[in-house]
């Protein structure tokens, strides 16, 4: 199949946003410039992990003696609506253009080949998740990409954000840290017994 790239250099909106009920929401990537606006979904450890690695690689390059000023003060942004699904992320990377001083983030379509690596990375878990270090390269075939470039300011203001969509959600048990249903759950600490 033909791959179609959406590829957004310094975009408008760079956000993470969820829509549903805690523990029922989507979670989505929204990128925009001028009119143009692409929504991918993806999973909420998919977020997590994506704003960690992020905010560790904005470290790395802060030591490194790259000047990353102050985040933008611009809050949390909410989606723009209606949101268009482009596609469901499979994998997501995360690279440095020095020459560029660009954060690259690229998020690419869930393929056939990637739920089955899901079932022997349940086997192996070692690597599961991570952000790879490679950027995609504009061949013709092969799965749907959202490429977003960023300067490194916006890019911890995406991850601050994330982060914050993160924390959003169900609060965790307070014996067992998993996340709690709005009608309690069955605690493994409190021998079952309901929380």
């Known amino acids: 199949m033909t791959r ?43 977020v997590a992990v994506l704003a960690e690695r992020l905010a560790t690689l904005l470290l790395a390059l ?10 933008l003060a611009i809050g949390t942004p909410g989606l723009s609506e209606p949101i268009v699904e482009e596609f469901r992320v499979g994998t997501l990377t995360l690279g440095w253009d020095g020459d560029r001083e660009r954060v690259v983030i690229e998020a690419r379509e869930l393929t056939a080949e ?7 990375d349940e086997e192996d878990e070692e690597g599961a998740d991570e952000p790879q270090g490679m950027v995609a390269s504009d061949l013709t075939d092969g799965p749907d990409v959202v490429r977003v470039q960023l ?14 969509v993160v924390q959003a959600g169900r609060p965790p048990c307070p014996q067992c840290g998993a ?13 079952g017994y309901q929380n």
């Open 4 to 46: 179609r790239v959406f590829s957004f250099d310094s975009p408008d909106r760079f956000v993470c946003g969820a829509l549903g009920q805690p523990g029922q929401r989507t979670f989505y990537l929204q990128a925009a410039k001028g009119s143009r606006v692409v929504s991918v979904a993806l999973e909420k450890a998919q």
């Open 151 to 164: 300067e490194p300011e916006a890019a911890l203001a995406f991850a601050s954000g994330a982060a914050a």
């Open 179 to 191: 996340p709690l249903e709005p009608t309690g759950h069955f605690c493994p600490r409190r021998n």
């Open 62 to 71: 802060r030591q490194g003696g790259v000047t990353i000023g102050e985040e």
């Open 114 to 120: 990637d739920d089955e690596d899901d079932h022997e």
